[in-house]
T-cell receptor
Framework: DAGVTQSPTHLIKTRGQQVTLRCSPK?????VSWYQQALGQGPQFIFQ???????QRGNFPDRFSGHQFPNYSSELNVNALLLGDSALYLC??????????????FGPGTRLLVL | AQTVTQSQPEMSVQEAETVTLSCTYD???????LFWYKQPPSRQMILVIR??????QNATENRFSVNFQKAAKSFSLKISDSQLGDTAMYFC????????????FGTGTRLTIIP
């Protein structure tokens, strides 16, 4: 049973650049949520994708955008990177359709460093 | 506002002893799910245990159990016979139902198991 996978594992960018992070959900799941975890903090919700649409969004600027593909995988894009965007980005998957499963299972994360 | 409070930033315990991590939360919802996640140095967020708010019986998973007090909005995690592999950050989190399936996390408790 394939778990949640994320790529890349590490990434270094400079201020002003753009970055794309990728996530494949756990087998059988249809929903992907993205979280940002700053050093020493708990994860903060960025947004959630279901049926290829952004279903809900946390308190993040429009520089953060995403996409969900027909195979349920997802991308997180961040434009005009700031130093403060340096964090661990976590992807989590769950199931919203019939037989829904509220439990979110996490991937290993992508560590982004902005210089 | 939905919040989670973990009042113990750090804890340490001898191997084989029992330790209890505290968590309180605040929500106006009546239906929700509570979780404890473990994040070892490898940084992968791993589900430890979950509790449905409508169930009065406390959840258990092998050496892990919870003490869920709905009226007090308290959700503590007890680890029995602690092992070196239990060393990690532990996050308490909850998710509400009905279209708001984002996890709200606490700030975490760093648990160290001493050999």
């Amino acid at each position: 049973d394939a778990g949640v996978t994320q790529s890349p594992t590490h990434l270094i960018k400079t201020r002003g650049q753009q970055v794309t992070l990728r996530c494949s959900p756990k087998s059988g799941h249809d929903t992907v949520s993205w979280y940002q975890q700053a050093l020493g903090q708990g994860p903060q919700f960025i947004f959630q994708y279901y049926e290829e649409e952004e279903r809900q969004r946390g308190n993040f600027p429009d520089r953060f955008s995403g996409h969900q593909f027909p195979n349920y995988s997802s991308e997180l894009n961040v434009n005009a990177l700031l130093l403060g965007d340096s964090a661990l980005y976590l992807c989590a998957s769950s199931l919203l359709k019939a037989g829904r499963e509220e439990t979110q299972y996490f991937g290993p994360g992508t560590r982004l460093l902005v210089l | 506002a939905q919040t989670v409070t973990q009042s113990q930033p750090e804890m340490s315990v001898q191997e084989a002893e029992t330790v209890t991590l505290s968590c309180t939360y605040d929500t106006s919802e009546n239906n929700y799910y509570l979780f404890w996640y473990k994040q070892p140095p490898s940084r992968q967020m791993i589900l430890v245990i979950r509790q449905e708010a409508y169930k009065q019986q406390n959840a258990t998973e092998n050496r892990f159990s919870v003490n869920f007090q709905k009226a007090a909005k308290s959700f503590s995690l007890k680890i029995s016979d602690s092992q070196l592999g239990d060393t990690a950050m532990y996050f308490c989190a909850f998710i509400t139902n009905f279209g708001n399936e984002k996890l709200t996390f606490g700030t975490g408790t760093r648990l160290t198991i001493i050999p």
